[in-house]
Each structure stands twice: as structure tokens, then as C-alpha cells.
């Protein structure tokens, strides 16, 4: 299909949305990352019967610990969709970019930014 | 020269060959309709009048214009686009192809849906059609989709004329709408939904191999024996035998893999050559030294991507110890080259930087074992797929995310752990659930090939839905043909048949299951040991409620209607009125259920055969006579069969009078309400899956909201569930037709040979494992897995059995004190990404 999606995206492969550990994602934030998503098949449809519920669950465990520390519970999403739909992938990346976009870096950068500054 | 690989001999000749064989498959395959010879439309005469393969190509990110959606006159994103349905197909007139080509509603859907997609603008779509046939399985949401979510407009009408506006290149189609009014409407585009024809070139094969062929060179086969040609030996998958899409393609060749495999059973094994892989060589007290080899797949990744700036920054990354580039990672030379440097270099980890794992992790892995490694020290960065291919327009970002991903591949490699597969023995025993045409034929397949067989029926007897009918629309006796099938299977040594009998317990994993079963009449218990299941559980017509169905004598089901037919004639029948999509394409049931057109035809005809002067009505929202079925439906409106056509929100009304049964239904030519008094009204009733609730859970396997079980792919795996070892045929997958329910036997036989003919099978080694000093038997791990596989041993920790292991890692994740880790995914692992991705930013 060959769609083209925004190039700041990085892919971790993973079996199964529902190995997404938290501390995956929160760890990611923590090395400096500015957004996270995690895409899993439709739900309903999880190759593994509901590791896609899971996943979600976590990803709104990973917003509320980011909401509460104030990094933003926004930086960090669910999608859901099946191996059909390459052009919704690629929707999501534009999506999510433009999101982060919005909220601009990761506040944690701000902090190393004054410092050398 | 113009293959970079120089895998093309150019100087390559015709070379003839003997081979002596057994058995012939022929799928030979079908092409598109040439419209160039129909003047009406103006095809070869105006640009932006395409064929659906050429508006496909267009799509294509591979095409004339890279994907961009434009009309070839002028290069300008088109505004308005029109599709003409049946175009070399359902046409006697012009192309003189009767047929349907079952496949071009769908593809013009497709089509339309993903022209949307690539528009910039609003993009208006319309399909002008003579009905939408959407009777695949799940089809009827797809266009359900199309229409009310996308807003793809579908106009039934007849195409009169197609003409160019001088100077725009835009196009006026002429048509007659359903009420017969001549309208016209200016398009940007045309495309032409051509149909499926048999090549020139297939038909001589056929006739050099004296393989019988119908009057539009299909081949013939008989309804029982839908694999088998006129020839005895040669059989057939696929579009030869009439027009039909990827999945019944795929499940066609499967039966026609089966019928080959049944008459050469006693060759199996034969002939084969087996590989000898060397003894492992140990890594434990290596120092890590990693080996990175960055594709340019010919200009697919080189194009966009700075290949050798990615491969020298390869070389500075920790462990590396040698760096290549090729044109094609994997050619047979690059293996070849990558096997001298593994062991030249001592490499112990291996990164190929290419396209998708996907397609490409087994060979490389192959390469691997080819030298002593062991396969899972393997590492993909998908620079390809991920992206040069989609960000081709940026080459400074792709080439900085190529470095990213390798640096990320690079770290994981360098934690990567030799792991062992595990080699299982298999039971060769089959257990087919269910026991109608499709159970008693897979059966019958997996038997003949010399696999014991068990089939479990919950009634008293064998047949299933089959026992209700009578023929099919060819005039093929059905019930004798079940006596036999019956016959055949109750006397085979190798069948056994377990009736009145039910599932109540299944354990194990792929080749070695244990199924518990009550087995009537006195329900005592058994356990029986089998390495594969076949689902065969069929469906049910569905009982109305619509139309006074169950308060009038006179009101009846098509398959009541065909008995009633074989039973008392229809000398009395004057008038009969049919109503076609009962309980099917509905709010509550929106598929199709695909066999009911035809049903009602079948029956009609049958009628007229037996009553001449009989009036018949049938009252349809599309007829999906696909395939050969179209020449039925023509027969039927040349013996004075009336169709008329309702849509969904203005539906016939029905009355019980004492002079008949009253429909009242709107005719669409004379725009007004019609009362026909009725002798008898027959319903269309869908088809409704059997009640597997219980059997699904058992089973732990994924049905869909209508109750079908789902297939691991809908397109290339139509007979596989996606646990290994489980097989799917017939109704239990989707509705369909007594020949299309055999072929997919025998389709589900022949998978489950394939996995039956081995001696052993290797387990993946990606599945979980249980640090028994962390564990806390807190049984998260029990209650997350969904095969519920972690069980508390005898030392009073979690257990996972590694064979029965699925490999998600769900548990891995939710486990608390972090005492489980999944294979080749542990947590370093992913984590080691996450870390060298973002080396530096904070």
C-alpha cells in the first residue's frame, strides 16, 4: 500500500498487544520519548482472544500515572485496528503526530533544554 | 540490462520435458473481459474510460502515476467517478458471456472505498449496477459499509451510452433507471467492472487434455465431485471451474490438493529429501559479536534510503563486528555470502536490515541454522516496509529512522538468548465435529488417505441440514447422494461414528488433543486422543417470523416448499409468490446468506416443470445468481417467471384471506402497488448458524456475531482456524451451496493431511516461562491466559507447559512480581529498544 505516514514514528514489535508491559511505556516517557501508542487488532478480535483489552487497560493505567505526574495522560493512546487496514494505520500515525504536535515535547526535555541553556 | 539481481537469463529457450505423474491439478486461472470491442463503451476511444485491472494499477503505489489518484487524459485528480457493472458478464447481447463473475461487485466496491481514501478532495463514487451481489462471507457489511458510511452511491439502472464532452474529457453516461426513465449524468472517470473469461490458451490446454468444458469453456464438474473433471486423474482449483474469488479459490485447489492426495495416498513419503542441519555450536562463553547486513532491495530501500551512511553507522554501534550492504539480502548468493562471514567473522548475532519479518524471518533464520547458529540469535530492522516505502518523499528522515532502527535492532540482538523447540510426536487420529455432508466428507477424505477418523453427531442420526433437501439447482438427487455418502462412511474400517453424542471437555495442544465426549443414547463418558479437529457443525434455515409464517398453512420455508413439491406435485399451485431475504440483510442478521436466490429459482423452475401454466412472483432486493448460477436465473424470466424488486425499507405486506394469501408489494416499472392473491407463499429464509456457544467456549474458539466460527485468514486461509491443528468446513464457516460445502471438506481434509503426514512436530520456542523463586502464586497468570495453560505444580508455583504455550506474553505482562518472561521477548529485550531508541534525547 505504501501510504505514506509521518517519519517520527519508531515500531517495537511485540507478539501480542497484551505483552505491552506498563513500565514498557512509562519507561519510554522516562528516556525522553514525546508520545506512545499502542496498536492491537480490533476488539473483539484479538489473535490471542483479549490480550487487545488488556493492552488498553494498561495504556489507561500509563494515562493516569502520567496525568497525575504531569507529563500528560494524552501522550499516550490505543489504537485498534485489523491487518486489512493499512490505510487506517497510517491515519493513526497522522493522527498522533499531530496530537503530540499539539502538546509539543515531552516537559522533560524542557527541563534539560533550560539546563543547557 | 534491467533485473539488477541478474536473476533473469535472457538467453533462456524453450525447453521440453517429460515428467510422469499421477494425478493433474489444473488452475490454469481465468483473465480479464477485453472491452475494446463494445462501442457503447467508448473504451480504446476515450482516455478516461479505464478497466477495473487499469483503475487497480492506478490505485497501485507501484503504477503509472506511484498511487496518486488521476485520470489518465489530463492528469487530474478525478472529482466523479463512475463504475459500470457487468461488463462481459450477465450479457448475452453483447460479449455473449451469460455468466456472473461473482468477484466485480466486490472489487468495485473495493475500488471505490479506497479511491475515497486516496482523494484529497471529496471524491463522489457511483456503481451503476443490475444488482449488488455481495454474498460472500461478511461481503454484506462491506457494502453496508460502502453505502451508509462512506457514502458510495449504487444506481440500479441499464447503461445505454457513454460519450466524451469535447474539450473537459469528462463523461456523460446515459442510462434507463428501474422505473425505466432515460437519464444522464457527467462523470470525471469511468471505470468498467470487467468480468472473468477463460483465456484462448486455457481452452486448448483443456482440449489437448480432453477435459470437458461448458459453452463458455468452464470446466464441468459434477455438484458432488466439485474437484473433479470430466478425466478421471485431473482435477481442478479455482476460476476454470467457474468465476470465483480469492477465498473460494484457495478452498477450491485445497480440495482438488485432497482428491490428488487421496489417489496417490499409498505414494506419500516416497520421494522425499530431508536436510541436514549441523550440530548447534555454543555461544555461552562467546564475547557477543554482532554481524549487520543492510538490503538495498534493488532501489526499493537504496532509492530513498542513504544505504551506505546506514551501514557505517552500523559499524560504530556496541558488539558490531562486521557490516555489509547488498543489492538483495535475500538472494541465494547473499545467503551463500552471509554464511561464509558468519563463520569467517565468528559472528554470533545476526541483524538484517530489510523489509518485514513477516516474509523474510525464515530464511534468514534458515541461513542462520545453515551454519551452526541458533535461529532465534536473529534480529530484523524493517527499513523497508516501515520506511523507505512510506517515506519516500523525505530521504533525510528515512535515512535517520533507518539508523534508529538498526541501532534499536543492534541492542536487541546483543541480548538475544539460543533457544530450543521443542519436537512433539503427533496422534494421528482425526476428530471431525459433526456429522453432514461436510463432516461425512472430510471424514471420508482423511480415511481414504489411511487417518483414523472419529466423527462426533449430536443427533441420532447422520445428514444434517442435507436430510431436508431435495436437489440441487443442476437437478442432482441429493437424497441419494447422502445415502451413499452415508453408506460409504458408516462401512468404512477406518470411520468410526459416534451419534447422539457431545463434546464436554477438550485439552492438549495441535497433534496431540483430548476430547471428552457423552455418547448417546446412555451418555456414558469418553475420552478420545486425535491430532486434529475438523469443525464441520453446519447451520439451520431459519424459522421465520415474518409474513405469518407459523399461522398459515400456506405460508412455507423454500426447503418446506421443495418437499412439499416432491411430495404433492403442484398441479394446484395457480399462483405462488416467493419473497426472498427473509431474516437475512437485516438489522438483526446483515449478511447474506447466499444460497437463497437460488433456492427460490431452483424451486420456481421446479414449479414450472411440474405446473406450466403456474404464476410465479418473485419478490427479491438484489439476486445474487453468481457464477454459472446467472444461466438459471435467465431461464427462469424466459419461462415467465416475474421478478420484482422491493428495497429493504418498503417490504411486501401479506394477508390471509380465504380466497389466498394477499401480497401486497410495490411494482418498481409501474411505480405503483400490485395485490397478488397467492396459493402459497414461499419465505427465502436465510441461514442461520447451529447453536456451537458451548462447543466455542470448550474449544476456546472465536466465532463471529452471527455465530460462524472465524477463519485465521479470510482471504489465503479459509479453511484454517488460527490454533493450530483446527480445521473449518462447510456451513459452520458461512452459508453456502451443497458443492461448495464439499470442496470445502475436503479443503479442511487436506490441511489436516498436511499436519497428520508428519512424523513430529517442532513447538515454537517463543512461549513463557515461570522463575519459580519469584513466583508468588498470586494466580494472575492462571486467570489472564486465555488458553488457560499456567497451572500451580506440585512445588506450589506456576507452571507453564511450553507446548500448550501460545506465545502472547499476556501473562508475562500482568504477572506482578515480574517472575514470568516470554521467549525472545523478555523484558530486557523490549525494553533494550525502548532505551537505545531514545540513547541520548534526555
Same mark, same amino acid.
Given at each position: 500500500m505504501r501510504l505514506n505516514y509521518p517519519s517520527n514514528i519508531r515500531i517495537i514489535r511485540v507478539p501480542c498487544t497484551g505483552k505491552v508491559d506498563l513500565i514498557h511505556i512509562l519507561r519510554a516517557f522516562e528516556k525522553g520519548a514525546d508520545g506512545v501508542y499502542v496498536v492491537g487488532c480490533l476488539e473483539g478480535d484479538c489473535r490471542f482472544s483479549n490480550g487487545n483489552l488488556r493492552a488498553r487497560k494498561r495504556v489507561e493505567q500509563a494515562q493516569q500515572i502520567l496525568n497525575a505526574i504531569g507529563i500528560g495522560g494524552e501522550r499516550v493512546q490505543m489504537y485498534n485496528l485489523s491487518s486489512g487496514e493499512g490505510p487506517r494505520f497510517a491515519e493513526f500515525a497522522l493522527e498522533m503526530t499531530e496530537k503530540i504536535k499539539a502538546l509539543g515535547i515531552n516537559p522533560m526535555k524542557l527541563a534539560k533544554m533550560k539546563k543547557v541553556a | 540490462m534491467?533485473?539488477?539481481?541478474?536473476?533473469?537469463?535472457?538467453?533462456?529457450?524453450?525447453?521440453?520435458?517429460?515428467?510422469?505423474?499421477?494425478?493433474?491439478?489444473?488452475?490454469?486461472?481465468?483473465?480479464?473481459?477485453?472491452?475494446?470491442?463494445?462501442?457503447?463503451?467508448?473504451?480504446?476511444?476515450?482516455?478516461?474510460?479505464?478497466?477495473?485491472?487499469?483503475?487497480?494499477?492506478?490505485?497501485?503505489?507501484?503504477?503509472?502515476?506511484?498511487?496518486?489518484?488521476?485520470?489518465?487524459?489530463?492528469?487530474?485528480?478525478?472529482?466523479?467517478?463512475?463504475?459500470?457493472?457487468?461488463?462481459?458478464?450477465?450479457?448475452?447481447?453483447?460479449?455473449?458471456?451469460?455468466?456472473?463473475?461473482?468477484?466485480?461487485?466486490?472489487?468495485?466496491?473495493?475500488?471505490?472505498?479506497?479511491?475515497?481514501?486516496?482523494?484529497?478532495?471529496?471524491?463522489?463514487?457511483?456503481?451503476?449496477?443490475?444488482?449488488?451481489?455481495?454474498?460472500?462471507?461478511?461481503?454484506?457489511?462491506?457494502?453496508?459499509?460502502?453505502?451508509?458510511?462512506?457514502?458510495?452511491?449504487?444506481?440500479?439502472?441499464?447503461?445505454?451510452?457513454?460519450?466524451?464532452?469535447?474539450?473537459?474529457?469528462?463523461?456523460?453516461?446515459?442510462?434507463?433507471?428501474?422505473?425505466?426513465?432515460?437519464?444522464?449524468?457527467?462523470?470525471?472517470?469511468?471505470?468498467?467492472?470487467?468480468?472473468?473469461?477463460?483465456?484462448?490458451?486455457?481452452?486448448?490446454?483443456?482440449?489437448?487434455?480432453?477435459?470437458?468444458?461448458?459453452?463458455?469453456? &468452464?470446466?464441468?464438474?459434477?455438484? &458432488?465431485?466439485?474437484?473433479?473433471?470430466?478425466?478421471?486423474?485431473?482435477?481442478?482449483?479455482?476460476?476454470?471451474?467457474g468465476p470465483k474469488d480469492i477465498p473460494s479459490s484457495v478452498t477450491e485447489a485445497g480440495a482438488a490438493a485432497c482428491a490428488a492426495g487421496t489417489l496417490l495416498a499409498d505414494g506419500r513419503g516416497t520421494a522425499t529429501k530431508s536436510v541436514e542441519m549441523p550440530t548447534e555450536i555454543d555461544i555461552e562463553k562467546a564475547e557477543t559479536r554482532i554481524g549487520v547486513f543492510v538490503c538495498n532491495c534493488g532501489i526499493n530501500i537504496g532509492g530513498v534510503v542513504d544505504v551506505p551512511a546506514v551501514a557505517d553507522y552500523a559499524a560504530t554501534l556496541p558488539y558490531v563486528s562486521f557490516v555489509d550492504q547488498n543489492l538483495f539480502t535475500c538472494s541465494q548468493d547473499t545467503q551463500d555470502k552471509i554464511r561464509d562471514v558468519i563463520k569467517e567473522k565468528n559472528l554470533n548475532r545476526v541483524v538484517v536490515a530489510s523489509c518485514s519479518p513477516r516474509t523474510h524471518e525464515p530464511l534468514f533464520q534458515e541461513t542462520l541454522q545453515a551454519c551452526g547458529l541458533n535461529k532465534y540469535l536473529f534480529e530484523m530492522a524493517n527499513i523497508r516496509d516501515q520506511d523507505s516505502w512510506v517515506h519516500g518523499s523525505d530521504p533525510k528522515s528515512a535515512t535517520e529512522k533507518a539508523k534508529d532502527l538498526v541501532r534499536m535492532a543492534v541492542a536487541r540482538a546483543g541480548l538475544l538468548k539460543p533457544l530450543t523447540e521443542k519436537k512433539i510426536s503427533i496422534n494421528k487420529r482425526a476428530l471431525v465435529i459433526g456429522g453432514g455432508v461436510a463432516g461425512m466428507n472430510a471424514a471420508l477424505s482423511l480415511a481414504d488417505q489411511g487417518f483414523e477418523t472419529v466423527i462426533v453427531e449430536k443427533e441420532a442420526q447422520l445428514g444434517g441440514l442435507a436430510g431436508d433437501l431435495t436437489a440441487t439447482i443442476e437437478g442432482a438427487d441429493i437424497q441419494r447422494y447422502l445415502l451413499e455418502l452415508v453408506d460409504k462412511v458408516s462401512n468404512h474400517a477406518k470411520i468410526q461414528v459416534l451419534t447422539e453424542s457431545l463434546i464436554v471437555g477438550f485439552s492438549g495442544f495441535k497433534g496431540n488433543f483430548t476430547t471428552e465426549i457423552m455418547v448417546g443414547p446412555g451418555m456414558y463418558e469418553r475420552k478420545i486422543d486425535h491430532g486434529v479437529v475438523i469443525l464441520a457443525t453446519g447451520a439451520n434455515e431459519y424459522k421465520p417470523t415474518e409474513y405469518l409464517y407459523g399461522q398459515d398453512y400456506r405460508v412455507m420455508t423454500q426447503i418446506e416448499l421443495g418437499k412439499r413439491l416432491e411430495a404433492k406435485g403442484a398441479e394446484d399451485l395457480k399462483t405462488v409468490v416467493m419473497i426472498q431475504c427473509v431474516g437475512s440483510r437485516n438489522e438483526e442478521k446483515p449478511n447474506c446468506s447466499r444460497v437463497c436466490c437460488q433456492s427460490a429459482v431452483k424451486n420456481a423452475l421446479h414449479i414450472k416443470e411440474l405446473n406450466p401454466d403456474a404464476m410465479i412472483y418473485i419478490l427479491y432486493r438484489d439476486m445474487r445468481m453468481y457464477g454459472l448460477l446467472e444461466d438459471y436465473y435467465t431461464e427462469a424470466?424466459?419461462?415467465?417467471?416475474?421478478?420484482?424488486?422491493?428495497?429493504?425499507?418498503?417490504?411486501?405486506?401479506?394477508?390471509?384471506?380465504?380466497?389466498?394469501?394477499m401480497i401486497t408489494f410495490k411494482d418498481h416499472i409501474l411505480q405503483r402497488d400490485l395485490i397478488i392473491p397467492a396459493d402459497l407463499l414461499a419465505l427465502s429464509a436465510g441461514m442461520v448458524a447451529e447453536d456451537t456457544e458451548e462447543l466455542a467456549s470448550i474449544l476456546k474458539l472465536p466465532r463471529n456475531n452471527e455465530g460462524y466460527f472465524i477463519e485465521a485468514h479470510v482471504k489465503l486461509r479459509p479453511v484454517d482456524l488460527a490454533n493450530d491443528g483446527i480445521f473449518l468446513c462447510g456451513t459452520a464457516h458461512s452459508p453456502k451451496l451443497i458443492s461448495e460445502t464439499i470442496s470445502q471438506s475436503l479443503a479442511a481434509a487436506s490441511r489436516a493431511t498436511i499436519f497428520l503426514s508428519q512424523s513430529e512436530i517442532t513447538l515454537s520456542a517463543v512461549t513463557a516461562k515461570v522463575d519459580p523463586d519469584l513466583c508468588a502464586a498470586c494466580l494472575v497468570c492462571v486467570r489472564a491466559c486465555p488458553y488457560g495453560v499456567p497451572r500451580i505444580n506440585e512445588e506450589g508455583v506456576s507452571e507453564i507447559d511450553e507446548a500448550l504455550c501460545h506465545g502472547c506474553g499476556i501473562c508475562a505482562a500482568e504477572c506482578p512480581a515480574k517472575a514470568i518472561e516470554l521467549n525472545w521477548y523478555e523484558d530486557d529485550q523490549v525494553m533494550s529498544k525502548v532505551e537505545a531508541l531514545l540513547k541520548g534525547v534526555l
Amino acid at each position: 500500500m505504501r501510504l505514506n505516514y509521518p517519519s517520527n514514528i519508531r515500531i517495537i514489535r511485540v507478539p501480542c498487544t497484551g505483552k505491552v508491559d506498563l513500565i514498557h511505556i512509562l519507561r519510554a516517557f522516562e528516556k525522553g520519548a514525546d508520545g506512545v501508542y499502542v496498536v492491537g487488532c480490533l476488539e473483539g478480535d484479538c489473535r490471542f482472544s483479549n490480550g487487545n483489552l488488556r493492552a488498553r487497560k494498561r495504556v489507561e493505567q500509563a494515562q493516569q500515572i502520567l496525568n497525575a505526574i504531569g507529563i500528560g495522560g494524552e501522550r499516550v493512546q490505543m489504537y485498534n485496528l485489523s491487518s486489512g487496514e493499512g490505510p487506517r494505520f497510517a491515519e493513526f500515525a497522522l493522527e498522533m503526530t499531530e496530537k503530540i504536535k499539539a502538546l509539543g515535547i515531552n516537559p522533560m526535555k524542557l527541563a534539560k533544554m533550560k539546563k543547557v541553556a | 540490462m534491467m533485473c539488477l539481481a541478474k536473476a533473469i537469463d535472457y538467453e533462456d529457450s524453450e525447453r521440453r520435458s517429460t515428467l510422469s505423474v499421477g494425478a493433474v491439478i489444473l488452475c490454469p486461472g481465468s483473465e480479464g473481459f477485453d472491452p475494446s470491442g463494445l462501442d457503447v463503451f467508448g473504451y480504446g476511444k476515450y482516455s478516461n474510460v479505464v478497466t477495473s485491472e487499469e483503475f487497480e494499477r492506478i490505485l497501485s503505489a507501484s503504477g503509472p502515476y506511484r498511487g496518486h489518484l488521476m485520470r489518465p487524459l489530463d492528469r487530474e485528480a478525478p472529482k466523479k467517478i463512475a463504475w459500470i457493472q457487468c461488463v462481459g458478464s450477465r450479457d448475452i447481447n453483447l460479449s455473449g458471456n451469460g455468466y456472473c463473475s461473482s468477484v466485480c461487485c466486490m472489487y468495485a466496491i473495493k475500488e471505490s472505498m479506497i479511491a475515497k481514501e486516496h482523494s484529497h478532495d471529496e471524491l463522489d463514487c457511483a456503481i451503476f449496477n443490475m444488482d449488488i451481489r455481495s454474498f460472500g462471507k461478511d461481503y454484506e457489511k462491506y457494502y453496508n459499509r460502502a453505502k451508509d458510511e462512506q457514502g458510495v452511491r449504487f444506481i440500479r439502472s441499464r447503461i445505454h451510452s457513454i460519450e466524451e464532452i469535447q474539450g473537459t474529457g469528462d463523461l456523460i453516461i446515459g442510462y434507463t433507471d428501474e422505473t425505466g426513465l432515460i437519464k444522464q449524468e457527467t462523470f470525471s472517470m469511468v471505470v468498467l467492472s470487467v468480468g472473468l473469461r477463460i483465456p484462448d490458451s486455457v481452452a486448448n490446454l483443456a482440449r489437448r487434455l480432453r477435459v470437458d468444458m461448458n459453452r463458455y469453456n &468452464f470446466a464441468v464438474t459434477p455438484p &458432488f465431485d466439485p474437484a473433479q473433471t470430466s478425466r478421471p486423474g485431473i482435477f481442478i482449483g479455482g476460476a476454470f471451474q467457474g468465476p470465483k474469488d480469492i477465498p473460494s479459490s484457495v478452498t477450491e485447489a485445497g480440495a482438488a490438493a485432497c482428491a490428488a492426495g487421496t489417489l496417490l495416498a499409498d505414494g506419500r513419503g516416497t520421494a522425499t529429501k530431508s536436510v541436514e542441519m549441523p550440530t548447534e555450536i555454543d555461544i555461552e562463553k562467546a564475547e557477543t559479536r554482532i554481524g549487520v547486513f543492510v538490503c538495498n532491495c534493488g532501489i526499493n530501500i537504496g532509492g530513498v534510503v542513504d544505504v551506505p551512511a546506514v551501514a557505517d553507522y552500523a559499524a560504530t554501534l556496541p558488539y558490531v563486528s562486521f557490516v555489509d550492504q547488498n543489492l538483495f539480502t535475500c538472494s541465494q548468493d547473499t545467503q551463500d555470502k552471509i554464511r561464509d562471514v558468519i563463520k569467517e567473522k565468528n559472528l554470533n548475532r545476526v541483524v538484517v536490515a530489510s523489509c518485514s519479518p513477516r516474509t523474510h524471518e525464515p530464511l534468514f533464520q534458515e541461513t542462520l541454522q545453515a551454519c551452526g547458529l541458533n535461529k532465534y540469535l536473529f534480529e530484523m530492522a524493517n527499513i523497508r516496509d516501515q520506511d523507505s516505502w512510506v517515506h519516500g518523499s523525505d530521504p533525510k528522515s528515512a535515512t535517520e529512522k533507518a539508523k534508529d532502527l538498526v541501532r534499536m535492532a543492534v541492542a536487541r540482538a546483543g541480548l538475544l538468548k539460543p533457544l530450543t523447540e521443542k519436537k512433539i510426536s503427533i496422534n494421528k487420529r482425526a476428530l471431525v465435529i459433526g456429522g453432514g455432508v461436510a463432516g461425512m466428507n472430510a471424514a471420508l477424505s482423511l480415511a481414504d488417505q489411511g487417518f483414523e477418523t472419529v466423527i462426533v453427531e449430536k443427533e441420532a442420526q447422520l445428514g444434517g441440514l442435507a436430510g431436508d433437501l431435495t436437489a440441487t439447482i443442476e437437478g442432482a438427487d441429493i437424497q441419494r447422494y447422502l445415502l451413499e455418502l452415508v453408506d460409504k462412511v458408516s462401512n468404512h474400517a477406518k470411520i468410526q461414528v459416534l451419534t447422539e453424542s457431545l463434546i464436554v471437555g477438550f485439552s492438549g495442544f495441535k497433534g496431540n488433543f483430548t476430547t471428552e465426549i457423552m455418547v448417546g443414547p446412555g451418555m456414558y463418558e469418553r475420552k478420545i486422543d486425535h491430532g486434529v479437529v475438523i469443525l464441520a457443525t453446519g447451520a439451520n434455515e431459519y424459522k421465520p417470523t415474518e409474513y405469518l409464517y407459523g399461522q398459515d398453512y400456506r405460508v412455507m420455508t423454500q426447503i418446506e416448499l421443495g418437499k412439499r413439491l416432491e411430495a404433492k406435485g403442484a398441479e394446484d399451485l395457480k399462483t405462488v409468490v416467493m419473497i426472498q431475504c427473509v431474516g437475512s440483510r437485516n438489522e438483526e442478521k446483515p449478511n447474506c446468506s447466499r444460497v437463497c436466490c437460488q433456492s427460490a429459482v431452483k424451486n420456481a423452475l421446479h414449479i414450472k416443470e411440474l405446473n406450466p401454466d403456474a404464476m410465479i412472483y418473485i419478490l427479491y432486493r438484489d439476486m445474487r445468481m453468481y457464477g454459472l448460477l446467472e444461466d438459471y436465473y435467465t431461464e427462469a424470466r424466459q419461462q415467465g417467471i416475474l421478478f420484482s424488486n422491493f428495497t429493504q425499507d418498503h417490504p411486501p405486506k401479506v394477508e390471509a384471506t380465504d380466497e389466498g394469501i394477499m401480497i401486497t408489494f410495490k411494482d418498481h416499472i409501474l411505480q405503483r402497488d400490485l395485490i397478488i392473491p397467492a396459493d402459497l407463499l414461499a419465505l427465502s429464509a436465510g441461514m442461520v448458524a447451529e447453536d456451537t456457544e458451548e462447543l466455542a467456549s470448550i474449544l476456546k474458539l472465536p466465532r463471529n456475531n452471527e455465530g460462524y466460527f472465524i477463519e485465521a485468514h479470510v482471504k489465503l486461509r479459509p479453511v484454517d482456524l488460527a490454533n493450530d491443528g483446527i480445521f473449518l468446513c462447510g456451513t459452520a464457516h458461512s452459508p453456502k451451496l451443497i458443492s461448495e460445502t464439499i470442496s470445502q471438506s475436503l479443503a479442511a481434509a487436506s490441511r489436516a493431511t498436511i499436519f497428520l503426514s508428519q512424523s513430529e512436530i517442532t513447538l515454537s520456542a517463543v512461549t513463557a516461562k515461570v522463575d519459580p523463586d519469584l513466583c508468588a502464586a498470586c494466580l494472575v497468570c492462571v486467570r489472564a491466559c486465555p488458553y488457560g495453560v499456567p497451572r500451580i505444580n506440585e512445588e506450589g508455583v506456576s507452571e507453564i507447559d511450553e507446548a500448550l504455550c501460545h506465545g502472547c506474553g499476556i501473562c508475562a505482562a500482568e504477572c506482578p512480581a515480574k517472575a514470568i518472561e516470554l521467549n525472545w521477548y523478555e523484558d530486557d529485550q523490549v525494553m533494550s529498544k525502548v532505551e537505545a531508541l531514545l540513547k541520548g534525547v534526555l
